[in-house]
């Protein structure tokens, strides 16, 4: 079966534009997150959807940053007026339920550069 | 808050000898999940191996093996007889209810 795909694999942007990135989560897959991955840097948890319930925005690092999850499957990460600390690689993860004993499946990520 | 910590930067090994990646951690939690997880050049994040915290039995997957100190919180990795294709960041992770949370990783390169 198919895993977490993420789209676009790069995006290079200009500062001050808006930016989305896109993730499919494997089908059935309730819990769904959102993490940053500066370089060097491990994995900074920005959001997370479960299910109908409200999401965890508590990671997002600015009002800058918004995400939706339609239908309870493909979410959007969008960043507004984007800023060169923004640069750094998006990856999306989704599990069989929201509970943080199950494994997470990654996507292969986006590398976003503002320039 | 819960708290993961990765102290080695980087790490190399030579092909198939052993290394140790360590993490410790800082939870009040009694139940919780600890994972390792690599991620390779591709960037494609799969999990290695997990062990849950109210096991007191270490987890082993293969040539991976973690040596789980609940008292002193401590979760390392070792990896037996490395390969070339061990070669990747190495992230430790604690989970509890709905947070997870990651340490910085450990680059580890394996040397021909």
């Known amino acids: 079966g198919a895993g977490v795909s993420q789209s676009p694999s790069n995006k290079v942007t200009e500062k001050g534009k808006d930016v989305e990135l896109r993730c499919d989560p494997i089908?059935?897959?309730?819990?769904l997150y959102w993490y940053r991955q500066s370089l060097g840097q491990g994995l900074e948890f920005l959001i997370y959807f479960q299910g109908n319930s409200a999401p965890d925005k508590s990671g997002l690092p600015s009002d800058r940053f918004s995400a939706e999850r339609t239908g309870g499957s493909v979410s959007t990460l969008t960043i507004q007026r984007t800023q060169q600390e923004d640069s750094a690689v998006y990856l999306c993860?989704?599990?069989?339920?929201?509970?943080?004993?199950?494994?997470?499946?990654f996507g292969p990520g986006t590398r976003l550069t503002v320039l | 808050a819960q708290t993961v910590t990765q102290s080695q930067p980087e790490m190399s090994v030579q092909e198939a000898e052993t290394v140790t990646l360590s993490c410790t951690y800082d939870?009040?939690?009694?139940?919780?999940?600890l994972f390792w997880y690599k991620q390779p050049p591709s960037r494609q994040m799969i999990l290695v191996i997990r062990?849950?915290?109210?096991?007191?039995q270490n987890a082993t997957e293969n040539r991976f093996s973690v040596n789980f100190q609940k008292a002193a919180k401590s979760f390392s990795l070792k990896i037996s007889d490395s390969q070339l294709g061990d070669t990747a960041m190495y992230f430790c992770a604690l989970g509890n209810n709905n947070d997870m949370r990651f340490g910085a990783g450990t680059r580890l390169t394996v040397k021909p």
């Open positions: 062990q849950e915290a109210y096991k007191q």
């Open positions: 993860a989704s599990s069989s339920r929201g509970r943080s004993y199950n494994e997470q499946f």
């Open positions: 939870t009040s939690e009694n139940n919780y999940y």
């Open positions: 089908s059935g897959h309730t819990a």
